[in-house]
C-alpha cells in the first residue's frame, strides 16, 4: 500500500512540472509575441538587414589625344523576387510563358519553357533573389525593362538588378602594365594605383537584407547614398607611337629570341613618357605586357654608365676627351680579374673621346683609374651629386632602387672603381637611364619622367601636373657639349654606325652587360647578356630622348646597336616621318619641291583658311559649303562639291575628305560609322547616291 502511495505522489509530482513548465512556456510566448513582440521584430529586422558598401564606378584614363586606355563598364547581374508584394498568383500564371519566351530570345541559351519551368519552380519554393543571368549588358538590361511583368517595376514584376563594372583597356596590351589594374586580391600598380585617389570615387551604401545561404538582397528603402563616379585621368601617353614602340621591340625579341625587353620614349623638354612597352616571352613564345622592367627593376647598365662616369671626372678636371689612353690590345687586369674589350685586338693608344665612342671597357676605366685610385669616395661622390643613387619618386608605385656603392660598404674592393665605371657594381632601371641621357639633351636639366599631365571632372580640370626638375644642372655647359659630341660620334663613326641616317641625326650610347645571377653571378653555364641603346634625337635640337633594353638575346648576337638600336631606329624615324617641326632644315636650295601640297575634300572655310596661312594659292569656283580639292602645279584647285541633305534619305559622298569633316557629313544624316585607318577617305561600305534608313551602320576606310 504504502509502495502504491509513493508511486502516485511521483506520478502526481511529474505531472506538476510538466503543467508548470507548459504554463511558464505559454506565459513567455504571449510576453513575446504581445508584450514586447514589437522590440524583438526590431531587432530581428537590424540582424537580418545592414547597409553595404556599393563601389563607384572608376574614372577613365585617357591617351594624350583623348582615346580610351580604360574605362569602366557596367555589366549586370538579374534577379528576379518570385514573391514581390504585387505579384499575384493570377498576374504570375499569366504572363510566365511569355515571359520565357523574351528571355529565351533575349539570352538565347535556353528554351522558353525550360525558363517558364525555372521561373514557376522558383515561385514554388518561394524564392525572392533568384538569378535569372550572371552577367547581362546594359542595353539587355534596358530591353529586359520592357518585358512581361518585369515592366511593372520590381515590387510588382520582381526584377532585381545588380550593377557591376568591369574595367576594360580599349587598346589592349599597349602599355598594359604601365596603365595598371586593381586586382580583387593582390597589389594594385600602375597608374591605376598610382592616382587611385582621384579615379576611385566616394563610395556609396544601400540597404540590402540577408537572405538563407548568405546572400544579401538590395532594398530600396530610400535612405541610401548612390556612389560618386570617379575623376578621369590624361595620360601623357602617344597610342600611335606606343603601338610602334610595342611591335617593334616585339618583333625584335622575337628575332632575337630574347626573354624580355623594354622602351621608353619621353619627351625631353617635359620629362612627359609618350610610349614605354615592356614585353615578356611565355612557355608558348608569345610576347605579354605583365612586368614593368622599364620602372621596377634595377639591373647593372653596362657602356651606359661609362658616359656618367667620365662626366664626374670631367667635372673634376682629373681627364680632358683629348687625354690619349691605352687599351693595352683589349685587356687589362684588376687585381684577380681581367677585364676584356669586344675587340680583342684592342685599338691601341687612343683618345678618350674615341674610347668612349668605341666602348672600350679597358680605355674608360683605365682613364678612371688612375684618376681616383687614391680617392674613389669622390668618384662615388661625384656620381650621387648627379642624383644617380636617388629613385625619381615616380607616382606609379614598384619603382626599383638604385644602387651606387662607395668605399664605406663591406662590397666595396679593389676592383669595384674601375668595373663601376663601365657599368657593373651599379644598378639602375631604364628609366633612371632615360632620365640622365634625358638631362644630357635637355641642356643639363634632369627632369622627372612623368605619366600623367592632368586630371578632370566633369569636362573641368581638378588637378594639373606640371613639368617637375629634379637638378637644374647635371654639369657644366662646357663639359655637356663635348659629351654630346662623343655622343654624336658614337653614333657617326663609333659602335652604333647602323643607325645612321642622313635625314635624321641621332645620338646615344651602346650598352652590352653582362647579367649576375644570384650566387652564381657572373659563372654561369650560359652566360646571359642585357643589350641596350639610349640616347636622343634630332642630335642638334633634341626633342625626343629613348632607351631600349633587350635581356638575354639567345640568337643573331647580344651587342647594343644590333639587338637594341633597331627598335630605337624605328622609332626616331616614325616620329620623324608624322612631326613636321623635326624636318625644318632638311631642304636644300635649289631641292624645295613647289608643287601644291595635297589637300583633303571638305569644308570650303577650312580649307580656304589653311591655304591662306600656308601661303597656298587656290582657285575656287561657287559659293557651296563643300569642296572637292585637286592639286596641281602651282595652285589647289577647289570645285563645288554636292552632299546630299538628310531629308533626301540617301547616303553622302565622302571620298577624298578627312575624317573630321566625312564623321560630321555621316553623323549629321543620322548614320552610325565605323572608322579604318587614317588620313583621306578612300572607301566607304555604302554606295554614295543609294538609299539608307536613319541609324545605318556605315564603315568608312582612310589611307595617308
Known sequence: MNEQRIMRLRIALICTVFVGAAMAIAIRLFTIQLVEGSRWLARADKVAT????????????????????????PEYEVRMDLRADGLTDALFHAHVDSLGWYLSRLFNDKSSQAYARELMDARARGERYHRLKQRCDHLQLQELETFP???LGRYTGGLIAVK?????????RLARRTIGWRPQDGVPYG??????????????????????????????????????PGSDVHTTIDVNLQDVADNALAEQLREHRAHHGCVVVMEVATG????????????DSTYVDDENYAVGHATEPGSTFKIPAIIVAMEDGRVKLDDIVDTRGGKVRYYDRVMTDSHEEGYGQIPLSRALELSTNSGVSRAINQAYKTEPQRFVEGLRRMGLNEPLGLRIPGEGMPVLRGPEDKAWSGVSLPYM?????????????????????NGGRFMQPQFVTRVTRAGREVKRFDPVVLRERICSDRTLEQIRGVLEGVVDSGTATNLRDTHLRIAGKTGTAQIAHGKLGYKQTATVYQASFVGYFPAEAPRYSCIVVVSSPSSSGYYGNLV???VFMEIAEKIHSNRLELQTGLAHAGEIDTRSPVTFSGDRRDLLAATAALGVAVLADGEGEWVSTQAGDSVVTATTRTVPGDATGLVPNVLGMGAKDALYVLENRGLRVRMNGAGMVKKQSLTPGSRCQHGSHITIELTL
Open 50 to 73: 545592414a547597409f553595404r558598401s556599393v563601389e563607384s564606378d572608376r574614372g577613365h584614363i585617357y591617351s594624350d589625344d583623348g582615346r580610351l586606355l580604360a574605362t569602366s563598364v
Open 149 to 151: 511583368l518585369f515592366r
Open 164 to 172: 557591376r563594372t568591369e574595367r576594360i583597356r580599349p587598346c589592349g
Open 272 to 283: 612627359y613618357v609618350k610610349a614605354i612597352s615592356n614585353l615578356t616571352r611565355r612557355n
Open 564 to 566: 637594341a638600336g633597331p
Open 421 to 441: 665605371s663601365i657599368g657593373y657594381e651599379v644598378m639602375l632601371t631604364p628609366m633612371q637611364t632615360l632620365a640622365f641621357y634625358n638631362a644630357i639633351a
Open 191 to 228: 597608374i591605376e594605383a598610382g592616382y587611385d585617389e582621384w579615379l576611385r570615387g566616394i563610395t556609396g551604401r544601400r540597404l540590402e537584407r540577408r537572405l538563407s545561404g548568405g546572400v544579401w538582397m538590395p532594398i530600396d528603402d530610400g535612405n541610401g547614398q548612390d556612389p560618386e
